[in-house]
C-alpha cells in the first residue's frame, strides 16, 4: 500500500483527493499548514507529497525547499489556484515533481499521480550490473543515490541527480533538452527547455572543475547534452 501525505487547507479539496487516494490503494495523511505538513514529511516515509502552494503558517514552495534540503527525496505533486508561469518555473526549480492548477480533474490528478510513481520506480530500477558508476574521479552511488568528486560527497538535488544518473548510465547517448524533460520531469513540461539548462548549469557547477570545459556533461551543438564517453 502507498503512502500519501496531503497538505492542503483547503478540506474539501484535501478530502476529495483523499477519497480518489484510497481508491487506488493508498493510505492517506493529512495536514492543513505547512509547519506541521513540514515535521511529518521529514520524519516519516511517504511514497508521495501532494503540497498546496497557498499554506499558512509555511507557504508549499518553503515546504518543498526544506524537504530537499534534508537530501529527502519523496516525488512531490504541487497543488495551487495559481496559474502563473513563475509558479510553475519556482516549483520546479524547488525540487517538485509535478504542478497541478486548480480547478482541477480528477482523472488528471489521478493520471498524473499515476505517473509520477511509475517515473519514480523507473528511474529507481537499477539497469546496471554495478552498484556504482566510476568516471575518473567521478562516483554515482546508485542505491543511496550519493556522488562522490574526489571521495567528497556532492551534494544534488533529486533532479540534478536523477539527470546524472540518466546520463551517465548511458555515456555518449545524446539527448535534447525535450528528452530530459519527458524523462526526469513528464511529458507535462514540454516547452520548458530553461528548466533543463538552469539544472544541468547548477550540477555543472558542483561536478567539473571548469564549467568553461566540462570533462563530464558535454554539451552536442544542436541537439542538448552527453555524458562523455571517453572516460569509461
Known amino acids: 500500500m502507498r503512502k500519501v501525505l496531503i497538505i492542503e487547507d483547503d478540506s474539501e479539496i484535501a478530502n476529495l483527493v483523499e477519497i480518489h487516494l484510497k481508491d487506488q490503494n493508498c493510505e492517506v495523511t493529512k495536514r492543513e499548514d505547512g509547519k506541521s505538513g513540514l515535521d511529518l514529511a521529514i520524519n516519516n516515509f511517504y511514497d508521495l507529497i501532494v503540497l498546496d502552494i497557498m499554506l499558512p503558517e509555511l507557504d508549499g514552495f518553503e515546504v518543498c525547499k526544506e524537504i530537499r534540503k534534508k537530501d529527502i527525496h519523496t516525488p512531490i505533486l504541487m497543488l495551487t489556484s495559481k496559474s502563473e508561469e513563475m509558479d510553475k518555473v519556482l516549483g520546479l526549480e524547488f525540487g517538485a515533481d509535478d504542478y ?21 520506480e523507473n528511474l529507481s530500477k537499477d539497469d546496471n550490473p554495478t552498484k556504482s558508476l566510476n568516471f575518473d574521479e567521478l562516483t554515482v552511488e546508485i542505491e543511496n543515490r550519493k556522488v562522490l568528486l574526489n571521495d567528497e560527497r556532492v551534494e544534488l538535488t533529486p533532479k540534478e541527480f536523477d539527470l546524472l544518473l540518466l546520463m551517465a548510465s548511458h555515456p555518449g547517448r545524446s539527448y ?57
Open 176 to 232: 535534447s533538452r525535450e528528452q530530459l524533460l519527458n524523462q526526469i520531469w513528464g511529458y507535462q513540461f514540454s516547452g520548458y527547455d530553461h528548466t533543463v539548462n538552469s539544472h544541468i548549469n547548477r550540477l555543472r557547477t558542483k561536478i567539473e572543475k571548469d564549467i568553461s570545459n566540462p570533462k563530464y556533461i558535454l554539451t552536442t551543438w544542436g541537439i542538448g547534452y552527453r555524458f562523455n564517453d571517453e572516460l569509461e
Open 100 to 120: 497541478l492548477t486548480k480547478p482541477f480533474s480528477i482523472r488528471e490528478f489521478i493520471a498524473r499521480v499515476k505517473a509520477i510513481l511509475r517515473r519514480v
